[in-house]
């Protein structure tokens, strides 16, 4: 528990510098969510880079380095920061109390909260790895890594060939280096990566929504729907998966996508989404293909405003960046002859109905996701009727451009499996954050309509 809990805090360490470089106008809270993900990044993209020198993975070799180079960027943020003296204000101020009642009900949502995160963690803690996808990839892989000391303990030569080597190896070479960290294979301690992540997302997310809806019960609530919506939820998150961990990246990349589309003058913005969509693609493969959808999007919006000659730089500085770790991916693996994935061209057109009702059915099962997905189709009726801002307009793009995307994978390659949308509801986890963050506008935007409705009323009288 010890090894977890210092696992934890050097990879927080280890992307805590880099974090107050990109997001300096961040509030503290934000800093920290960001940190871990961003250290596992750092620390994954480092044993490949260890793999490509085939220098063999320790201890010393993946961690020290990297902790000396974070204590120097330490410092020397610590220094700049002391010499500058910044007075920018971090982060938003609370809403002041409006009475007791008001905080007790704050306590007793977010108590809710904490008590199913709670539970998810201690479920991971208390649990080997069980789940299929676990043991026969992620938890495989990161074995053989540790064991092999390098990335291609895996891939090369072993006689090993279950089809996802061509995956990108995030999570078994970060799970390889937690097992590097303690020295051993801890199959129950490993699985709490999921939960981290979860924390960090969740967090991330409620400083975004925040911006929009100040009202802390409904956000917490909203989040509350989220965490306690079923199985795919609980299961992903508490389990040795990289759908937790890829949601994360999406989702970072698609909160900074919409602030670049508000305003094109943000620069910075669209840099950050075209990162953090590549970095996506580090943890899944579909990132590759999420990073085409931003591409298209800014597109449309570019041809929309009839400024695409002009942006045209802006656009192929996006998809350079948001492409850049799938391409890197793909080169090594092919000139390191890795064997081919187990996924392959197979159109089968006459599953579409099928497929669409049986995706319907696992969405709107409320063992998989609870109430959550029917809320938010209610808020998107909602949204109809009150009228569409253009905040909301790209939110719900990217929620049906990410639908149409699987439904499009489905029925090209996954063959028999598109007949039942085998795994749809945890497919759709990606888009659930960016979800919360729709409600959370349509709720602000609602409650300002009814407000201004009292207000008239009351002129009128």
């Known amino acids: 528990m010890i090894n977890l809990f210092l696992y934890v805090l050097v990879i ?26 961003i250290g596992s990044v750092i620390i994954t993209l480092y044993c490949w880079f260890l793999s490509v020198l085939k220098i063999e993975y320790s201890f010393n070799r993946i961690f020290i380095p990297l902790i000396i180079i974070s204590s120097f960027l330490t410092i ?5 920061k002391l010499i500058r003296k910044s007075s920018e204000p971090i982060g938003h101020k609370i809403e002041d109390p409006k009475n007791w009642k008001y905080w007790c009900a704050v306590i007793g949502v977010c108590g809710v909260v904490l008590v199913k995160y709670l539970t998810i963690l201690l479920h991971s803690i208390s649990t080997k790895v069980y789940q299929p996808d676990e043991y026969s990839q992620w938890a495989f892989q990161a074995k053989l890594i540790f064991l092999g000391n390098g990335l291609e303990s895996f891939y090369g030569g072993q006689g090993f060939e279950t089809g996802f080597e061509t995956y990108p190896s995030f999570i078994p ?9 303690c020295g051993e294979i801890l199959d129950s301690f490993v699985r709490v990566i999921g939960p981290v992540f979860l924390f960090c997302l969740v967090v991330f997310i409620y400083s975004e929504m925040k911006q929009y809806l100040k ?20 299961e992903m998150s508490s389990g040795l998966y990289a759908d937790i961990e890829y949601t994360f990246f999406y989702t970072v990349s698609a909160v900074f996508l919409i602030k670049y589309l508000m305003n094109n003058d943000k620069k910075k913005e669209m840099m950050l989404s075209a990162l953090f969509i590549t970095l996506a693609a580090w943890v899944k493969v ?9 591409i298209g999007i800014i597109c449309s919006s570019f041809l929309y405003n009839g400024v695409l000659l002009k ?27 890795f064997p081919d994935s187990r996924w392959s061209i197979n159109p089968v057109i006459e599953y579409s109905f099928p497929m669409l009702s049986a995706s319907i059915q696992q969405i709107m099962n409320t063992t998989n996701w609870g109430l959550f997905w029917i809320v938010v189709f209610s808020m998107i ?15 719900l793009a990217l929620m049906i451009a990410n639908v149409l995307f699987l439904y499009f994978s489905y029925i090209v390659m996954f063959g028999e499996e598109a007949k039942t949308a085998a795994s749809f509801a945890r497919y759709i986890l990606r888009i659930a954050p960016i979800s919360m963050l729709y409600v959370s506008t349509i709720i602000n935007t609602a409650t300002k309509e009814i407000s201004n409705e009292n207000i008239g009323g009351n002129s009128c009288v």
């Open 286 to 294: 579909d990132g590759q293909y999420l990073a085409l959808i931003h």
């Open 381 to 395: 009726i909602l949204n109809l009727y009150i009228g569409i801002n253009k905040q909301q307009f790209y939110l």
């Open 215 to 234: 009202n802390i019960i409904i956000n917490w609530v909203v989040i509350g729907i989220f965490l306690t919506s079923g199985f795919v939820v609980f």
């Open 76 to 80: 020397y943020l610590i220094i700049n």
């Open 173 to 181: 070479l970060l799970a390889a280096s937690f097992y590097s960290f």
């Open 12 to 37: 927080s360490f280890i992307g805590l510098p880099l974090v107050v470089l990109l997001f300096n106008k961040k509030n503290y809270v934000s800093l920290i969510s960001l940190s871990f993900p």
């Open 311 to 337: 942006r045209l730089k802006e656009l192929m500085f996006f998809s350079i960046i948001s492409l850049t770790i799938p391409f890197l991916w793909g080169l090594y693996t092919a000139v390191r002859d």
